[in-house]
């Protein structure tokens, strides 16, 4: 069957082709085909290859397809599009170096990246949990239906069981699949006792289980992001424009040091202390500032003295150095 590509589609996959092609012209350029071809960045480079080259052959067919006349000519080439087409799945993963150019984007595949083997043993803490209350849930309820000869009491039997239904009914209640209401209802046959454990299994699981599970994976996150060697290089030259600025308010004469006497009259002006606290360093008073910001202990500080302790001394960490 032959088959006509939509302009719109076409033109969208010769722009793809077309960035990625000047991408690697000008890396090739810049970097030489040595590095080009056996640096260390080589394997992403070849990858380039293999998703630029067939991108164009995939688009000549199909412009190819579109314009063809004789009859069995477009499914010949429909079928050679289909083999080339599988390099998309090539260009989804050439577009994973793109996440390390924006910030946001990236914060959040890595976080979620790096906080895959906390999920693995939340849902082992989970299965656990789910399968002792199951296994109770279940017990009673074949003891209830067994002595009690209400063989045909529905409703325990979809909910309780076994245990696989019993296991299969905890988890939905707590993913709010349904409404556990229903379930708990079930059990009322079997005594309040049962009814209050089925309570109890909810509250236990959705409010400290479920919880401290988020907070874990949001610590991890955190964690994650401060690690991420991007942002710390992008809060790194924050911080620096942050000591330049302040070092121009505190050396306003141009010396290129500053005495206690300048420092302690700068200390007391509002916008200096919100400036040192925007670089998270806090102290009590000028002269005890002063005398962690004076490495050399001359009773002056240059402005490399002054940018090399700001930037050894910020943050809350640090702050212990202060005093």
Not at 9 to 26: D, P, Q
Not at 47 to 68: G, K, Q, R, T, Y
Not at 127 to 147: E, K, M, Q
Request: net charge negative.
């Amino acid at each position: 069957v032959d088959q006509l590509v939509e302009p719109a589609f076409l033109a969208g996959h010769l722009i793809y082709a077309t960035l990625f092609s000047v991408e690697m012209s000008i890396r090739f350029i810049a970097t030489g085909p040595k590095t080009y071809f056996f640096g260390h960045s080589c394997a992403w480079n070849w990858l380039d290859i293999f998703v630029v080259v067939p991108a164009w052959v995939e688009i000549c067919m199909d412009i190819a397809s579109a314009n063809a006349t004789e009859p069995g000519t477009g499914a010949s080439n429909f079928r050679i599009i289909r083999v080339f087409k599988l390099t998309r799945l090539l260009q989804v993963l050439r577009s994973v170096r793109i996440v390390r150019f924006v910030s946001a984007f990236r914060a959040l595949v890595y976080s979620v990246i790096d906080t895959t083997r906390q999920l693995l043993w939340a849902m082992v803490l989970l299965i656990l949990i789910i399968y002792s209350f199951g296994i109770l849930f279940t017990d009673a309820v074949l003891y209830h239906l067994f002595w009690f000869d209400e063989l045909d009491d529905a409703d325990l039997k979809l909910y309780f069981g076994s245990v696989f239904h019993s296991c299969t009914t905890l988890f939905r209640a707590l993913m709010n699949g349904f409404d556990w209401s229903v379930a708990a209802d079930a059990l009322l046959p079997l005594g309040e006792f049962w009814v209050q454990l089925f309570h109890l299994y909810i509250a236990f699981c959705g409010l400290a289980v479920l919880n401290v599970i988020t907070g874990v994976f949001v610590n991890s996150a955190i964690k994650t992001r401060e690690k991420d060697h991007e942002t710390l290089m992008q809060n790194m030259y924050k911080l620096k424009d942050l000591v330049g600025d302040l070092w121009k308010k505190l050396d306003k004469a141009g010396a290129g040091k500053i005495t206690i006497t300048e420092f302690e009259r700068m200390f007391e002006e509002e916008d200096m202390r919100a400036f040192f606290g925007a670089i998270e360093m806090n102290a009590m008073d000028a002269w005890t500032l002063f005398d962690s910001l004076d490495a050399d202990g001359d009773h002056l500080i240059s402005f490399e003295e002054f940018k090399e302790r700001c930037l050894q001394l910020h943050g809350p960490a640090r702050s212990v150095d202060l005093f």
